[in-house]
């Protein structure tokens, strides 16, 4: 069976490329979605940054012992980022990778505009982050997981 209705096609030609490819398009949103913060959670972890987001960003929030909270979101960013790469604990990673980005992209972003390259960075790439893990929570961990591997999805 085609994925793929190739009279919806302009070159139904790539109708078989097409076929071959699809199944890889939601491992790789996931790998992205997941890999692109384990830098922001390394710096926290191991560059000394965890205390002055919990200094800077979550005390000023009213969130108790900030840092921490700030060791907290690095292991989160770091590890489950890593997790969620690999398909791994899928949508208890995407749960809390969704709410830490509700709080960024409504309490610290918003207030900077909508474009990132806006000074202090806007929401723009935070609401896109938001929306791609609650994507990711609603569908699971899909095929090519580890989730899948062990024949256990959480």
Do not use: N, Q
């Not at 071959?20 to 949103?29: D, E, K, M, T």
């Not at 709410?99 to 806007?122: A, C, K, N, Q, W």
């Not at 994507?135 to 961990?141: A, D, K, Q, V």
Request: glycine share 14%.
């Amino acid at each position: 069976m085609s994925l793929v209705e190739t009279r919806r096609l302009v070159f139904p030609g790539l109708a078989g490329l097409y076929d071959s490819v699809a199944p890889l398009g939601y491992p790789l949103i996931r790998f992205a979605a997941g890999a692109i913060l384990i830098y922001h959670g390394y710096r926290k972890l191991f560059a000394g940054l965890a205390p002055v987001v919990g200094d800077r960003v979550l005390a000023p929030m009213g969130f108790p012992a900030p840092h921490a909270w700030g060791y907290f979101l690095g292991v989160l960013e770091c590890f489950g980022g890593a997790a969620l790469a690999f398909g791994l604990l899928t949508r208890p990673i995407a749960l809390m990778l969704f709410v830490e980005m509700v709080i960024v992209t409504f309490d610290v972003h918003l207030p900077r505009g909508y474009s990132f390259s806006s000074p202090g960075g806007g929401y723009e790439y935070p609401l896109l982050l938001t929306a791609l893990y609650l994507g990711i929570l609603l569908r699971g961990p899909g095929g090519y997981s580890l989730d899948r591997g062990i024949g256990k999805e959480f």
